[in-house]
């Protein structure tokens, strides 16, 4: 969301309509409980890490406030580090390799058959070696609903695809990514900058076997 600062003295924003945080590819601000919660830690021992108030982890988990993006970064990044420390995985152990791509000239009927060839529900979109969005299962069914199955056949991904999933590092923590897929479609793994790896939803069941 974007924020507007109440006053210079404050690191708290007002929460407002456009999803700022998200975009630049944070996790959820309402995860910061549930990782908190799972690591065992209290607000107290959190805000001293982060060097904030525990009123405002208290506000900021509330979902009263939200923080400045660079809190929250700080936030998730101490988070992250204290699940990585329980963890000996990282993304790049579950990610899959081979990662189906389609281009934003391709029609949706092409995602369809892409899919069902591959039995796999979402599909990113690359425009030469750059990820521009993403198609999925679901989608698909709004814009079907939308402008009805005639339209499939010509109805180009560049119109129609969602925006471009999360992107984490080949070695970020595998504990990080629960939180992170519980709000995408799919998660894009990077190495030196270049997309290696695509993990889904069930990808990260593989963590608890």
Avoid at 78 to 99: V, W, Y
Avoid at 102 to 112: G, M, Q, R, V
Avoid at 166 to 184: E, G, K, Q
């Amino acid at each position: 969301m974007s924020s507007e600062k109440p006053n210079p003295d404050s690191d708290t924003y007002i929460l407002k309509p456009t999803p700022l945080i998200e975009n630049k590819m944070l996790p959820r601000i309402d995860s910061i409980k549930q990782m908190r919660i799972k690591i065992g830690i209290t607000q107290k021992k959190l805000a001293s890490l982060t060097g904030v108030s525990t009123s405002m982890i208290n506000q900021i988990e509330s979902g009263r406030s939200q923080p400045s993006y660079n809190t929250a970064k700080k936030i998730f990044d101490i988070l992250g580090d204290m699940e990585g420390k329980s963890s000996s995985h990282n993304a790049g152990d579950f990610c899959s390799r081979d990662i189906v791509k389609l281009k934003p000239t391709n029609t949706l009927h092409d995602a369809i058959k892409k899919m069902h060839q591959l039995s796999i529900s979402q599909i990113p979109v690359f425009e030469n070696n750059k990820v521009v969005g993403v198609v999925s299962e679901d989608g698909i069914v709004k814009h079907l609903a939308d402008v009805g199955e005639a339209e499939l056949k010509k109805a180009k991904l560049s119109d129609t695809m969602e925006p471009i999933p999360p992107i984490v590092d080949f070695d970020t923590p595998a504990n990080v990514l629960v939180p992170l897929i519980r709000y995408s479609k799919c998660i894009l793994v990077s190495k030196k900058s270049k997309i290696v790896g695509i993990i889904t939803a069930s990808d990260t069941l593989k963590m608890m076997e």
